[in-house]
């Protein structure tokens, strides 16, 4: 099992779940415009593993595709409080992102096969029973935009102690090829 599949909660059951039944959306689209509660900001944290989750929002437009398929546009907003890996002080971060997205009955995604060297193809999202999970395809958005290694504007990493000359001296010491060069003869004949 990866990892990936580990992380995932059962269809409809994510910390922010919204299902929407295809059948209910009309032939010219709905608009969903969803304030995120203050329990599920929590539970949204301790699953991106940051300090804190605020003010997030979304918008979408809802049209059906045909009878079996769905698209969801739209834009997800909000902040998360992260600890600088610099400095260790809390920060803020602001996040927008629009989305486009497809969802597609769960038999279609599974028939997809894309090349493992192929990252740029997006697959759609899969229903079940006529159903999209709106709030989890959101919550994947949102926290692909969080950053991985949070830094305190203007803050520099300073090294372990050491300056810059010391690690190139210690890094050539170690060097596969210093071995190499002791062999070499010293009065330069090769």
């Known amino acids: 099992m990866s990892e990936e599949e580990k992380?995932?909660?059962p269809f409809g059951e994510a910390e922010m779940s919204l299902l929407v039944l295809l059948d209910e959306v009309p032939p010219n689209g709905f608009e969903i415009d969803h304030k995120v509660e203050a329990d599920v900001l929590q539970a949204l944290a301790g699953r991106f593993n940051?300090?804190?989750v605020a003010d997030l929002h979304f918008q979408a437009l809802l049209l059906p595709l045909?009878?079996?398929c769905l698209q969801a546009n739209g834009t997800v907003r909000g902040r998360v409080r992260q600890i600088c890996g610099v400095t260790l002080e809390p920060l803020w971060t602001d996040i927008e992102q629009n989305f486009s997205t497809e969802f597609q009955p769960q038999e279609l995604v599974a028939k997809y096969i894309v090349p493992e060297d192929d990252f740029d193809t997006e697959l759609p999202e899969a229903m079940q029973n006529g159903q999209?999970?709106?709030?989890?395809?959101v919550t994947q958005v949102f926290a692909m935009e969080i950053p991985a290694y949070p830094r305190v504007e203007g803050a520099e990493f300073g090294g372990y102690g050491q300056s810059e000359a010391e690690i190139e001296a210690e890094d050539a010491e170690h060097s596969p090829f210093a071995a190499l060069s002791a062999?070499?003869?010293s009065d330069g004949q090769a």
């Not at 999209?132 to 395809?137: L, N, Q, R």
């Open 7 to 9: 992380l995932a909660a």
């Open 66 to 68: 045909d009878k079996q």
């Open 50 to 52: 940051v300090e804190e």
């Open 183 to 185: 062999l070499k003869p």
């Open 132 to 137: 999209a999970d709106i709030g989890e395809m």
